[in-house]
C-alpha cells in the first residue's frame, strides 16, 4: 500500500533504532550491499515449485557485461553433490533498468522423489557457481501421510529495507539484511528460524519498495536479502500495487518467471516482452490447492493476450471447477492476492476492497465466486496490519472455525516495509475475529484432509522489546469435515456459541503508549479501549477544535525533530487523522 505524501519519518545515526510507537521510516539514500565476486556469479537465488512434486524450479540473475551462455544446475540426495544431475537452464536479458542490462535465469530440477531432500548449486556459463542449497520436494499421494503436517508461511508488503519479518536485526537504516546481516540475528524466530521446518511460501505482493527503484538496485537488494530464505523454501508469488507501473511489473514478471504458470502468457516492457503469465496461476502444495490473482487488475493493470480481468475471471471459475473435482485428494482452496476483499483498517475497506469483493458493474466479483466454489481461506497483503475472519458471506458470519459456512479472509500484510504500520481507523465488525497492527507474517501448519492449524507471529521491533520478537498473538484451529461448495441455504448467519457472541480481538500497538493497556497480556483483550482508538481522535477534534488539532501536530513534529534529529516529514497515514496527535506526553528517546 501506498500513502507517499503522508508520513512521520525520521533518520536516525543509531542502527535499529525506531522510537517508541512513532513508527519512523528512515529517509535517505540507501546504502546497498550488493557485493559480487564477478558480474558473472550466479546470484538471487530463488526456488519455485514445478508443476508436480518431481520438479523444483530455480531461478536467478548474473550481471554479465555481454550475453552469458545459460548456466545450469546441478542437485543430489547428498551435501556434497556426489551421484549428482544437471539441467542446463534459460537466460534472457532485462532491459528495463536505465543504463545496463543484467540476466535473468530459470532451471529446473526435475525427477525429484516426493518429500524428499535434495541438495542443490547454480553454476554461470563461465564456471563460477553459488552455495550450496537445499529443499524438501512436496509430497504426493503416496508420501502426503508420513510428511503430515506441512508449513506454509504467508505474508505481503515486505520491503528491501525495514524487512523486520526476515529477521531480528533487519532495521530501516539500511536496505542490506542478507545472510551475513541475519547472522547475528536471533536464530529461534522471524523467517530465518522458519527454513527448516516450512515447506512453502506465499508472499501476496509489494515487494523491495520498489523492484525498480535506484536503477533496479533496490530489487537486487531485496532479492538478495531473501535468498537465505527462498533458495532453500519455495517462494511462491501474487503481485502487488507497489508491481503495477511499467518498470515494477516487469521486474516481477522476469524475477518470478519461474512460477509454475498455466495461464498462458504477457508481455511487459521488457525486451524480449512475452512471459509466462505469473500474475495469476495455480498449483497444489501437499493438501492445499493455490491459486494466485492479480487484484490489479481490477485497477487499470492490463496485459495482452492473458494480462486481463476477464481472462483471469474466467480461468479462475474454470480452476476453482478442477480443484472441486479433486477434493479427495487435495481438499483445502485456497486464494491469495495482494488487496482486501475483508478489512477494517481504513478507507481502503470502503473502496477496493468492495470492488474487489463485488466486482464491476456487477461483473467479476470474487466474493460470490469463492462462496459458489467453497474457498476455505483468501489471504491478501496491503494493508500493513494483520487481520483475520471469521467465516463470512455478505459481512454475514458465525463465530465460529469448525465446518465453516463461508470463507476465512486474512490480510497479512505486515512483514516490514518503509511505509510502516496501518493503524486502525474503523471499528472492528462483528466478522472480525482478531486484528493486529504490529508486523509479523502467518504461519499455516497442515495437519491433515479436515485440521489446519493458524498462527500469527509478531516480528516488530519498532515498540517492542527483543523477549516479544517471535510471539504468538493469534492462534487458531480450522476444523473443515465439509470441504466442497458453500451453500446459499445455510451461509453464515450471526450464529455465537452458546455463551454469547464475543467481539473481536484488537490487538493495537497505541494502547500501551495512552496507558490505556489493561490486559495483563498485552493481547488488549481486556481493554475497555480496544478497538475504539479512533473515538479517542474523534473526541479530540470535537472538543478541541480543528485548529488546535493542527497545533499540536506541528508542536509534535518539532519535538520529534528535537529529541531525534534527521529530516521529518508528517504523514497521516489515516483518512481520520488516527496516526497522528497521539504523542504530546511521549518521550523521545535515543536508546
Request: glycine share 8%; charged share 15%; net charge negative.
Amino acid at each position: 500500500e501506498n500513502h507517499s505524501s503522508r508520513r512521520v519519518c525520521c533518520e536516525s545515526d543509531n542502527p535499529g533504532v525506531f522510537s517508541m510507537g512513532f513508527f519512523c521510516g528512515l529517509v535517505g539514500a540507501l546504502v546497498l550491499g550488493i557485493v559480487s565476486a564477478s558480474p558473472s556469479a550466479p546470484v538471487q537465488l530463488h526456488l519455485a515449485l514445478g508443476y508436480t512434486p518431481s520438479t523444483m524450479a530455480v531461478a536467478w540473475a548474473t550481471y554479465d557485461t555481454s550475453a552469458p551462455g545459460p548456466g545450469s544446475v546441478t542437485w543430489s540426495l547428498s551435501s556434497d553433490l556426489s551421484s549428482s544431475s544437471t539441467a542446463t537452464g534459460d537466460v534472457r536479458p532485462f532491459t528495463v533498468d536505465k543504463g545496463r542490462v543484467w540476466y535473468t535465469h530459470t532451471a529446473n530440477m526435475t525427477g525429484l522423489k516426493p518429500s524428499t531432500r535434495y541438495f542443490y548449486q547454480v553454476t554461470s556459463a563461465n564456471g563460477e557457481k553459488s552455495k550450496v542449497y537445499s529443499y524438501k520436494t512436496q509430497p504426493d499421494a503416496t508420501t502426503i501421510h508420513t510428511d503430515l503436517p506441512n508449513v506454509h508461511l504467508i505474508f505481503g508488503d515486505m520491503g528491501a529495507s525495514h524487512a523486520f519479518t526476515l529477521c531480528s536485526t533487519c532495521t530501516g537504516n539500511s536496505s542490506v539484511c542478507d545472510s551475513t546481516t541475519c547472522a547475528s540475528a536471533n536464530q529461534s524466530a522471524g523467517l530465518i528460524s522458519e527454513i527448516a521446518k516450512s515447506n512453502h511460501i506465499v508472499h501476496t505482493g509489494d515487494f523491495a519498495y520498489n523492484l525498480e527503484d535506484e536503477g533496479g538496485t533496490v530489487g537486487d537488494q531485496f532479492m538478495v536479502n531473501i535468498e537465505q530464505v527462498a533458495a532453500n523454501v519455495p517462494y511462491m508469488t501474487s503481485i502487488g500495487n507497489h508491481e503495477d507501473n511499467a518498470g515494477n511489473i516487469a521486474h516481477y514478471t522476469e524475477r518470478f518467471r519461474h512460477m509454475p504458470s498455466n495461464s498462458g502468457f504477457v508481455t511487459t516492457s521488457n525486451t524480449p516482452s512475452t512471459a509466462p503469465n505469473n500474475w495469476y496461476f495455480s498449483w497444489d502444495a501437499g493438501l492445499v490447492h493455490y491459486i494466485a490473482m492479480s487484484t490489479e487488475l481490477y485497477f487499470g493493470v492490463k496485459s495482452d493476450p492473458a494480462g486481463t480481468l476477464k481472462a483471469q475471471y474466467e480461468f479462475i471459475e474454470a480452476d476453482l471447477q478442477k480443484a472441486n473435482a479433486n477434493r479427495a485428494n487435495v481438499p483445502w482452496i485456497v486464494v491469495h492476492g495482494h488487496r482486501s476483499i475483508y478489512c477494517s483498517c481504513d478507507g481502503d475497506c470502503d473502496a477496493s476492497a468492495i470492488i474487489v469483493r463485488d466486482g464491476i458493474v456487477g461483473q467479476y466479483g470474487m466474493e460470490e465466486l469463492f462462496f459458489k466454489y467453497g474457498v476455505d481461506f483468501f489471504f491478501n497483503g496491503h494493508e500493513h496490519d494483520y487481520e483475520r475472519s471469521w467465516p463470512v458471506y455478505k459481512s454475514q458470519t458465525d463465530q465460529s472455525n469448525v465446518n465453516p459456512k463461508g470463507t476465512i479472509y486474512v490480510v497479512t500484510g505486515a512483514a516490514g516495509s518503509k511505509e510502516m504500520h496501518e493503524p486502525f481507523t474503523r471499528a472492528q465488525p462483528k466478522w472480525s475475529a482478531l486484528r493486529s497492527n504490529t508486523f509479523g507474517y502467518s504461519k499455516m501448519t497442515v495437519y491433515n484432509h479436515t485440521h489446519v492449524h493458524w498462527q500469527q507471529i509478531q516480528t516488530d521491533p519498532t515498540l517492542f522489546g527483543p523477549e516479544l520478537y517471535g510471539r504468538v498473538v493469534d492462534d487458531t484451529w480450522v476444523i473443515q469435515n465439509n470441504h466442497g461448495p458453500f451453500s446459499k441455504d445455510d451461509p453464515p448467519s450471526g450464529w455465537c456459541p452458546k455463551e454469547g457472541c464475543s467481539s473481536g480481538v484488537s490487538y493495537d500497538h497505541w494502547l500501551p503508549l495512552l496507558d490505556l493497556d489493561t490486559s495483563s497480556d498485552h493481547t488488549h483483550a481486556a481493554s475497555a479501549f480496544a478497538g475504539k482508538e479512533y473515538e479517542l481522535i474523534a473526541k479530540y477534534r470535537e472538543q478541541q477544535g480543528d485548529g488546535q488539532w493542527k497545533r499540536t501536530e506541528v508542536h509534535l513534529l518539532a519535538k520529534a525533530q528535537a529529541a531525534l534529529g534527521g529530516t521529518l516529514i508528517w504523514e497521516d497515514v489515516h483518512e481520520d487523522g488516527n496516526s497522528d496527535g497521539k504523542w504530546a506526553n511521549e518521550t523521545w528517546v535515543r536508546s
